[in-house]
T-cell receptor, first 118, second 113 residues
C-alpha cells in the first residue's frame, strides 16, 4: 500500500494564481484532512471530510476550497494565492473503526507539499 | 476552547533521557497522542494514551498523563541521534466523530554527541 500520496511536493506560485494540491489514499479510510504547518505554530486544520460528498471547515479555511467526490481523493484548491498561504500542507486520513474495532484515532499523513507564494 | 502548548526546543546529549512536555486545555479530550516528524517528512504516530490512564510505557518511550493539571509528557530513555526530530502532542475529543486532532506547536529535539 502507498498510504497517503500528495502531489506536488514543491510548488512556487505568483500572487493571484490558483492551483490544486492533490491527495489520495489507498487505505479505504473514510476520514480525510488537510492541515497546514507553519514554523512555531504547529499544524492547523484547514478542511476535513468524514466521507464522500461531505466536507467541513476546520480552523483556518479562508482562501481554500475542497471537494470529496470519491473515498480515495481529497484535493485542496487555492483560488487566489496570497503570500500568507506560503506553508507546508499535509493531507491525512484516518479510519473510523467498525463494530468491535477500537478507533484509536490515529492519523496517517502524507509527506507534505511545500508551497511558496511570491 | 482547544489549545495545546509545548516548548519549542530541547537539546540533550546522546545517552541521556529526554522529557518533552505538553499542556492542553480541553478536559474532555479522550485520546492524547505523540507524533514524530523527521526532516522533510510527514508526521508519524509514536504512541497514544487513553484519558483514563496515568502512564503508558512502550520500549524506550514513557508517556505520563496528569489530568488534573492537563499535562502530558513524553520521556525518551537512552536518547539517540536518530531521535532528533520535531515531536508534536495532540488531543482528540471524539475519535469517532471526524477525529479532528488539535496539535501543539511542536518541540524540536536536538541530540548532541
Amino acid at each position: 500500500n502507498a498510504g497517503v500520496t500528495q502531489t506536488p511536493k514543491f510548488r512556487i506560485l505568483k500572487i493571484g494564481q490558483s492551483m490544486t494540491l492533490q491527495c489520495a489514499q489507498d487505505m479505504n479510510h473514510n476520514y480525510m484532512y488537510w492541515y497546514r504547518q507553519d514554523p512555531g505554530m504547529g499544524l492547523k486544520l484547514i478542511y476535513y471530510s468524514v466521507g464522500a460528498g461531505i466536507t467541513d471547515k476546520g480552523e483556518v479555511p479562508n482562501g481554500y476550497n475542497v471537494s470529496r467526490s470519491t473515498t480515495e481523493d481529497f484535493p485542496l484548491r487555492l483560488e487566489l494565492a496570497a503570500p500568507s498561504q506560503t506553508s507546508v500542507y499535509f493531507c491525512a486520513s484516518s479510519y473510523p473503526g467498525q463494530g468491535a474495532t477500537i478507533n484509536t484515532g490515529e492519523l496517517f499523513f502524507g509527506e507534505g507539499s511545500r508551497l511558496t507564494v511570491l | 476552547g482547544e489549545d495545546v502548548e509545548q516548548s519549542l526546543f530541547l537539546s540533550v546529549r546522546e545517552g541521556d533521557s529526554s522529557v518533552i512536555n505538553c499542556t492542553y486545555t480541553d478536559s474532555s479530550s479522550t485520546y492524547l497522542y505523540w507524533y514524530k516528524q523527521e526532516p522533510g517528512a510527514g508526521l508519524q504516530l509514536l504512541t497514544y494514551i487513553f484519558s483514563n490512564m496515568d502512564m503508558k510505557q512502550d520500549q524506550r518511550l514513557t508517556v505520563l498523563l496528569n489530568k488534573k493539571d492537563k499535562h502530558l509528557s513524553l520521556r525518551i530513555a537512552d536518547t539517540q541521534t536518530g531521535d532528533s526530530a520535531i515531536y508534536f502532542c495532540a488531543e482528540s475529543i471524539r475519535p469517532g466523530g471526524g477525529n479532528k486532532l488539535t496539535f501543539g506547536t511542536g518541540t524540536q529535539l536536538k541530540v548532541e554527541l
